[in-house]
């Protein structure tokens, strides 16, 4: 039930791309994305509803194929600031949000 | 107000004692949740309630005792838990409307059990 995020881990050097998969067994219907840093609450960055559309926040943007059951966050020009560990949540029923086994991503300098 | 709120930050206990963790948020979030995580782990979810009433309890031990006393607070109490219960204990809310559900977290309570 729990979403499968991969790859588990990124190293990036400041200014590379990087891009983070949550794909489901179950059917979507809408997908959230946190950032997680370490020692401190997931924030949230964006949610996407079924429709395929994709979603921007800064330089970090996501997409939704529902009939894929997958969902994609990528990371443009990488920013020492990204670091932390993203997880993507899945709704599975009203109030229920459960996260993904997440992916730890840390950019140097 | 954006904040969840949750006290104490750091909490240990033997596994005889009793205590509570605190949650309060005043950004009039209907729904209001607790996630356990562990280290190198994404939360998972014990329970969530909504409009004060439980509406999900994600089959935890009765050790563990949520309580939603108004719309503003949410309490959990521990009883009689034991060291794999060593965790971070966060606190959520959110509106759960259909174009938002942002969850709001609360910076978490870090319970260690002896």
């Known amino acids: 039930q729990q979403p499968v995020q991969s790859p588990q881990a990124v190293i990036l050097r400041e200014g590379e791309d990087a891009v983070i998969n949550c794909s489901s067994s179950?059917?979507?219907?809408?997908v959230h994305w946190y950032r997680q840093k370490h020692g401190e609450a997931p924030v949230f960055l964006m949610i996407?509803?079924?429709?395929?559309e994709q979603k921007g926040h800064e330089k970090i943007s996501a997409s939704f194929n529902e009939k894929k059951q997958q969902s994609s966050l990528y990371l443009t020009a990488s920013q020492l600031s990204y670091s932390g560990t993203y997880f993507c949540?899945?709704?599975?029923?009203?109030?229920?949000?459960?996260f993904g086994t997440g992916t730890r991503l840390q950019v140097f300098p | 107000d954006t904040e969840v709120t949750q006290t104490p930050k750091h909490l240990v206990m033997g596994m005889t004692n009793k205590k509570s963790l605190k949650c309060e948020q005043h950004m009039g979030h209907r729904a209001m949740y607790w996630y356990k995580q562990k280290a190198k782990k994404p939360p998972e979810l014990m329970f969530v309630?909504?409009?004060?009433?439980?509406?999900i309890n994600e089959s935890v031990p009765s050790r563990f005792s949520p309580e939603c006393p108004n719309s503003s607070l949410l309490n959990l109490h521990l009883h009689a838990l034991q060291p794999e219960d060593s965790a971070l204990y966060l606190c959520?809310?959110?509106?759960?409307?259909?174009?938002?559900?942002?969850?709001?977290f609360g910076e978490g309570s870090r319970l260690t059990v002896l």
């Open positions: 996407l509803l079924k429709g395929g």
């Open positions: 949540g899945t709704e599975i029923g009203t109030d229920k949000l459960i």
């Open positions: 959520a809310s959110s509106t759960w409307t259909p174009n938002t559900g942002e969850l709001f």
């Open positions: 309630y909504s409009y004060e009433k439980l509406s």
């Open positions: 179950k059917a979507l219907y809408s």
